[in-house]
C-alpha cells in the first residue's frame, strides 16, 4: 500500500522560510510531487522530483531522497498568498503505475 | 478559456438519490480522474481512464459508475446517494498515465452534499 506522512499545519510570518516534510512508504515509486490547494479551490501543481537533490522554482525549492524516502518542499520570502494547503504526492510504479496518491496535507498559515 | 471544467459546482441532494457529475477538459490529454476530497481534505484517487479506457478503478464501491465517451469527457454517476459520500469530487487530467511527473490539472471541484 502507500502511506505518506506530513504534519497537518505549519505557521509562520511573512518574508520568512518554512520547510514542509513528506516522508512516504509505497510498494512502487516514480516520483514525489507537491500541490499547493488554497480554500474552495483547485490543487495546482507545484513541483516534481523523480531524483535525488533539489529542484528549485522561484521561491519554492522541492528535495528528494529516495534512500530515506523522504522529501520536502521549501518555501522562502513567504508572502500571505502562500497561506493554502501543501499536499505531497507519491507516482506509483510496477502495479500502481500512474496512480498519484496524496498525503493528508499541511495547511500553512502566513501571519502579517 | 477553463481547461478543466466540471459541473454542477454545487450538488445538495437527499440520501438515496441519483446524482451525475460532468467533465470536460480542452487540453488535448489522454488520461482523466477522479479524485474525492473528504471533510479532513484527504485527496483519494477513485477512477481513471486513458482515451476512453478504465485504467484505474481504485476499489469504489460500484454505485459510482464512471463513463467517458471520448477522451476529453469523463463523468461520474451516483446511485443510491449514502450521506458518506459527501464530499468535493475533482475531475483532473494528464498528459499520459505513467512515467514523467505526470502533472495534474485539476477541475474547480464539484461540493456534493448529501442529507
Known amino acids: 500500500g502507500q502511506s505518506l506522512e506530513q504534519p497537518s499545519e505549519v505557521t509562520a510570518v511573512e518574508g520568512a522560510i518554512v520547510q514542509i516534510n513528506c516522508t512516504y512508504q509505497t510498494s512502487g515509486f516514480y516520483g514525489l510531487s507537491w500541490y499547493q490547494q488554497h480554500d474552495g479551490g483547485a490543487p495546482t501543481f507545484l513541483s516534481y522530483n523523480a531524483l535525488d537533490g533539489l529542484e528549485e522554482t522561484g521561491r519554492f525549492s522541492s528535495f528528494l531522497s529516495r534512500s530515506d524516502s523522504y522529501g520536502y518542499l521549501l518555501l522562502q520570502e513567504l508572502q500571505m498568498k502562500d497561506s493554502a494547503s501543501y499536499f505531497c504526492a507519491v507516482r506509483g510504479g510496477g502495479s500502481t503505475l500512474g496512480r498519484l496518491y496524496f498525503g493528508r496535507g499541511t495547511q500553512l498559515t502566513v501571519w502579517p | 478559456d477553463t481547461a478543466v471544467s466540471q459541473t454542477p459546482k454545487y450538488l445538495v441532494t437527499q440520501m438515496g438519490n441519483d446524482k451525475s457529475i460532468k467533465c470536460e477538459q480542452n487540453l488535448g490529454h489522454d488520461t482523466m480522474y477522479w479524485y474525492k476530497q473528504d471533510s479532513k481534505k484527504f485527496l483519494k484517487i477513485m477512477f481513471s481512464?486513458?482515451?476512453?479506457?478504465?485504467?484505474i478503478n481504485e476499489t469504489v464501491p460500484n454505485r459510482f459508475s464512471p463513463k467517458s465517451p471520448d477522451k476529453a469527457h469523463l463523468n461520474l454517476h451516483i446511485n443510491s446517494l449514502e450521506l458518506g459520500d459527501s464530499a468535493v469530487y475533482f475531475c483532473?487530467?494528464?498528459?499520459?498515465?505513467?512515467?514523467?511527473?505526470?502533472?495534474?490539472?485539476f477541475g474547480e471541484g464539484s461540493r456534493l452534499t448529501v442529507l
Open positions: 481512464y486513458n482515451n476512453k479506457e478504465l485504467i
Open positions: 483532473a487530467s494528464s498528459q499520459e498515465p505513467g512515467d514523467g511527473a505526470g502533472e495534474l490539472f
